[in-house]
């Protein structure tokens, strides 16, 4: 008989409950601890089920918390399905009508659903892409937490030095060891020769020139004083260097395992190794999609549809799938469009002849762009703009 374990996963335990293939409960719900003895318990607990092929083990994706859990269960025997939390949630909502939510309710919902839905086991990935999608993550709150750094010095200077970023640009080699040592425009105004020598021996492409302009806009500079901003610059440049540091060591990391793959997504013009690497990171194998259509749901661009009666209507994207993937994406097409034809030429077609807003339009050729993935990806071949349509 097939039998059925919900598991609600959270940070320090797992609630579990199990049913037989009837629907009738056989454990539960109860508690394991998210450490060797609680997982040792929960195998315990599966083992008087007996076949480990006729056990169907549900969890819902929760961020990481499930994936200790999962690995675990994999290297016993058993084979889990990793659901999205809100085909959990929408179902069950829809089978009481009473509005409860709670950890033990939650085991039971998500074993009901394995039981009535029969959701897939989840294969595991290859370690490369859970490895790349990982590094991809965090490369990207990196990156923005090294723009905001940028706009806080930005912002200072243009209070007490407004006309530097005319001159140079703030986040540049020679800014950040410039401003690290005279965060005040007087400071600059009165550099030394010997830390000038400096200055252009380590931003190779700063002239002499430059830096002069830099000091004679500063003698004259509009700006005013302000000792509170001049700290403020000489806190953050080290913090920016520090994560700027942290960006290139991930780089190379990432493109250590892209070397690696055999994959054709960077081939497209307009993707870069860590686009590339971020989108197959965030599918963890084209393979597991048997259609363009499913890796569309997966990062949630398909558009919603409402049919009832004689209406039949499409509208916005779901967005119920993979934020980042969606929005590594949405950023991809913007460099797309710009560097292929085909695409320049299916934008302007979306935006001119069917009159559609520019995101609208973007999420199109985002579409397309997943399509033509599938195709390379499925067919082990990199892109050729002549066989594009």
Not at 7 to 25: C, P, Q, T, Y
Not at 100 to 108: A, L, P
Not at 138 to 154: A, C, G, P, Q
């Amino acid at each position: 008989m097939p039998y059925f374990v919900g598991v609600d996963v959270s940070k320090w335990k797992h609630d579990v409950f199990i049913m037989d293939g009837l629907g009738e409960a056989i454990k539960g719900p109860f508690e394991v601890k998210n450490d060797s003895d609680g997982f040792s318990a929960l195998l315990e607990s599966l083992k008087p089920l007996g076949d480990k092929a006729s056990v169907s083990i549900c969890m819902e994706s929760t961020g990481h918390y499930h994936k200790d859990l999962s690995g675990f269960l994999k290297l016993h025997g058993y084979i889990p399905s990793i659901v999205n939390p809100y085909l959990i949630s929408r179902f069950a909502k829809g089978v009481t009508l009473r509005k409860e939510k709670n950890d033990r309710y939650d085991s039971i919902a998500i074993a009901r659903y394995a039981f009535e839905r029969k959701p897939t086991p989840s294969l595991a990935g290859s370690e490369n892409l859970i490895k790349l999608r990982r590094l991809t993550r965090v490369r990207d709150k990196l990156v923005r937490e090294r723009s905001d750094k940028t706009v806080i010095i930005t912002d200072c200077l243009d209070e007490i030095f407004p006309e530097y970023a005319k001159i140079a640009k703030v986040d540049s080699a020679l800014s950040l060891a410039l401003l690290e040592r005279c965060p005040t425009a007087k400071e600059i105004s009165s550099m030394s020769v010997s830390f000038r020598e400096k200055l252009r021996k380590v931003a190779r492409r700063a002239s002499s020139l430059k830096i002069q302009n830099i000091m004679d806009a500063a003698k004259k500079t509009v700006g005013r004083p302000d000792e509170s901003l001049s700290a403020i610059i000489a806190s953050q440049i080290p913090i920016f260097k520090a994560v700027d540091n942290s960006i290139d060591t991930i780089e190379n990391e990432i493109k250590a395992i892209m070397a690696g793959l055999d994959e054709h997504v960077s081939s497209i013009p307009g993707i870069g190794i860590n686009s590339a690497a971020a989108i197959l990171g965030e599918y963890g194998g084209i393979e597991r999609f048997p259609s363009p259509s499913k890796m569309l749901s997966f990062a949630g661009l398909e558009p919603s549809h409402y049919q009832s009666g004689q209406m039949d209507a499409h509208g916005k994207m779901v967005k119920h799938g993979s934020p980042h993937l969606r929005y590594v994406l949405m950023n991809v097409a913007v460099t797309v469009k710009n560097y292929s034809p085909v695409f320049a030429a299916y934008y302007l077609k979306k935006r001119e002849a069917e009159g559609k807003k520019r995101r609208v339009a973007l999420s199109h050729v985002a579409k397309k762009l997943i399509r033509v993935i599938w195709k390379l990806e499925t067919s082990g071949c990199d892109y050729e703009e002549a066989n594009m349509r």
